[in-house]
């Protein structure tokens, strides 16, 4: 045997006054869902079969324009609230091992800089996503000895 | 001659004499990575059962026995995420699990079910009915094979799409006071198994040497082929009707199952 499938169960939380936020899943950038997210939790499932060998699972955020953002409560955001792979919920790997690639705003990022502020280009562990861009996580299949690898420290730092 | 209601094993003079020699003697060490593959070849050594496709399933793990597969079965799927059929194992009952009738199991919910069945003293007689709803319904199907090794006319092809695991166990020779079998898999998930095989590598291998051990001096098929004779006369003397099981009978009476065990080892 040199592939198994798996059941991946993702949920995001959207929040949103006007438009909603979208988000694209993707194994190693082919698209596995791509669909409507509404207003709170929204728990996404889908089954891949995995070659025994290392993946990506990437999540894109967009549809964050300017004007979606109009105050702290007036805003959009969509969060990572909880990913299960093969049956196992991998929080303390995503909290350690995933990282998000946010795309900044132009105009926003330019006054950053103005104001000696430090963009990050890779925020390890960041799950929740105010800024368009894409989220991802490497891991290898079989996937319960990438869990026994965390847990064994044998995980490679991302970051 | 009277029929026991429990249904106890068989524990003849040889069985303790390799329980005392086990205690009695030094042993070699045999791990977890060792007594796989001796394991799993006692298991397909039985001559009077026939399992087709077995070679589909290569992920095989040690168990501590059949219950610590359907254990771990629970913690995978939840208490309420999977399903038995009436008449299984009596620790589900004991637990407040009870069965769906086959014709009404649920769909996408996990079934696991003990073959041969200890009712039947055989497999279910609604076997390929309960296959044919398990694929109509996408059910996955997981099966305790405790009784096995005490039982004959076992045939069963499990290269069928739905089964997805099954388990055997050593225990029912009179060695429940050392559960040691294995499980195999078509695909391997991370479970308390996978973590008491893959995780912790150097766990219970008093378990696994006593295992070997028991291997190497008694053939799968001890059962039939020492008491086969036995039990026909037991049988035929107080017409009971047997079973495939070696120590069931059932009474035409009554039409319940019973133990022959204690019986057939005594001279």
Same mark, same amino acid.
């Given at each position: ?12 939380l ?15 950038d ?14 996404i ?39 299960v ?45 105010g ?29 | ?9 068989? =524990?003849?003079?040889?069985? #303790?004499?390799? #329980? ?23 298991? #397909? ?12 399933f ?10 610590h597969?359907?254990? =771990? ?19 589900y ?49 997981h099966?305790d ?51 008491m =095989?893959?995780?912790y590598?150097?766990v ?64």
């Amino acid at each position: 045997m040199s592939q198994e499938e798996i059941k991946f169960e993702v949920t995001l939380l959207a929040e949103y006054w006007d438009e909603p936020p979208i988000a694209k899943i993707y194994i190693d950038d082919v698209c596995k869902w791509d669909g409507d997210l509404s207003n709170g939790s929204n728990t996404i499932t889908f089954k891949d079969t995995l070659n025994f060998t290392e993946h990506t699972l990437r999540i894109e955020r967009s549809n964050k324009t300017d004007g979606q953002h109009q105050s702290d409560e007036k805003t959009q955001l969509l969060s990572l609230e909880k990913l299960v792979i093969d049956g196992v919920n991998i929080r303390d790997i995503v909290w350690t091992y995933s990282w998000y690639e946010p795309e900044y705003p132009k105009l926003w990022a330019l006054m950053q800089k103005k104001q000696g502020n430090v963009l990050e280009e890779k925020i390890l562990a960041e799950t929740n996503w105010g800024h368009n861009g894409n989220w991802y996580l490497n891991f290898t299949s079989p996937v319960y000895m990438h869990i026994i690898n965390w847990m064994n420290r044998e995980l490679d730092a991302v970051i | 001659m009277q029929l026991s209601k429990r249904i106890h094993q068989v =524990n003849d003079s040889y069985m #303790k004499e390799l #329980k005392a020699r086990w205690f009695s003697e030094n042993h070699k060490l045999v791990a977890y990575n060792e007594f796989v593959p001796i394991a799993d070849e006692w298991f #397909k050594s039985s001559k009077l059962n026939t399992l087709d496709g077995w070679n589909e399933f290569d992920c095989k793990d040690v168990i501590m026995g059949c219950t610590h597969y359907i254990e =771990n079965f629970i913690i995978r799927h939840g208490w309420d995420g999977f399903q038995i059929l009436p008449l299984e194992y009596g620790y589900y009952g004991m637990l407040g699990k009870f069965g769906n009738e086959p014709g009404d199991l649920e769909e996408n919910k996990p079934l696991i079910l003990s073959l041969p069945n200890w009712r039947y003293g055989s497999i279910r007689p609604d076997w390929q009915d309960v296959l044919r709803e398990c694929e109509k319904k996408n059910i996955d199907i997981h099966i305790d094979f405790a009784w096995y090794t005490v039982a004959k006319d076992v045939n069963i092809d499990l290269s069928h799409p739905n089964i997805k695991s099954f388990a055997m166990s050593m225990s029912k020779y009179s060695l429940s006071w050392n559960r040691i079998g294995l499980r195999w898999c078509k695909q391997r998930s991370m479970d308390s198994i996978a973590v008491m =095989n893959r995780y912790y590598t150097d766990v219970n291998t008093a378990l696994t040497s006593c295992g070997a051990f028991m291997i190497e001096n008694m053939p799968i098929d001890y059962g039939w082929e020492t008491y086969r004779d036995k039990n026909h006369k037991i049988c035929t003397e107080n017409n009971w009707t047997p079973t495939d099981l070696i120590h069931v009978v059932i009474d035409p009476n009554d039409g319940q199952t019973y133990g022959i065990g204690d019986a057939l080892v005594t001279p």
